[in-house]
Nanobody, 115 residues
Framework: QVQLVESGGGLVQAGGSLRLSCAAS????????MGWYRQAPGKQRELVAA???????NYADSVKGRFTISRDGARNTVYLQMNSLKPEDTAVYYC?????????WGQGTQVTVSS
């Protein structure tokens, strides 16, 4: 089992910044990647950004150049730095950990961007 604890969501004006954190614990020794997904009301959950155990990153086109995913291996924590936020970034953001063939999810943190 893997436990994921997220923090850092909130309300921000358009153009502002937020940083999300996700701390992983438990059976993380075979973790393939960690990432962030988001789900807006009435929409499907979508990938925002991911980082592999080797450090490779992947971003949704809509956030490229504005969001940066990074990790602190010593703390088993992944971060999502979100800059130049737009109202369309408003969603619940979920941390994801891919371990072998299993997916684990955090409880979600709300990000609201006002215009």
């Amino acid at each position: 089992q893997v436990q994921l604890v997220e923090s850092g969501g909130g309300l921000v004006q358009a153009g502002g910044s937020l940083r999300l954190s996700c701390a992983a614990s438990g059976n993380i020794f075979n973790m393939n990647s960690m990432g962030w997904y988001r789900q807006a009301p009435g929409k499907q959950r979508e990938l925002v950004a991911a980082i592999t155990s080797g450090g490779s990153t992947n971003y949704a086109d809509s956030v490229k150049g504005r969001f940066t995913i990074s990790r602190d291996g010593a703390r088993n924590t992944v971060y999502l730095q979100m800059n130049s936020l737009k109202p369309e970034d408003t969603a619940v953001y979920y941390c994801n950990a891919a371990v072998v063939v299993y997916d684990y999810w955090g409880q979600g943190t709300q990000v609201t961007v006002s215009s």
